[in-house]
């Protein structure tokens, strides 16, 4: 089993910076990709940025020259860097985990707020 662990949400306002981070333990072996996701209210949740295990990456157009997906394999640990902060990228966001096995982890999540 795999756990993962959101951090680094909070409130901003509109044009500031957040960094979540994600942090994975447990039986971790074969990963495929990793994904940041959100979910903002009365939405259905949408793919925010990837980076699969040979270190492609893939953006939203939504937030395309404005969040930057990075991992730490040492520390077991996937950052999402956000910059330019929108009121529309409020919402909670969820780190994801594909294995080469098919099977799919998720965290519980961490809600990015951006407001004045």
């Known amino acids: 089993q795999v756990q993962l662990v959101e951090s680094g949400g909070g409130l901003v306002q509109p044009g500031g910076s957040l960094r979540l981070s994600c942090a994975a333990s447990?039986?971790?072996?074969?990963?495929?990709?990793l994904g940041w996701y959100r979910q903002a209210p009365g939405k259905e949740r949408e793919l925010v940025a990837t980076i699969t295990w040979g270190g492609t990456k893939n953006y939203a157009d939504s937030v395309k020259g404005r969040f930057t997906i990075s991992r730490d394999n040492a520390k077991n640990t996937l950052y999402l860097q956000m910059n330019s902060l929108k009121p529309e990228d409020t919402a909670v966001y969820y780190c994801?985990?594909?294995?080469?096995?098919?099977?799919?982890?998720w965290g519980k999540g961490t809600l990015v707020t951006v407001s004045s």
């Open positions: 447990g039986n971790i072996v074969s990963i495929s990709i």
């Open positions: 994801n985990l594909g294995d080469a096995y098919g099977n799919d982890y």
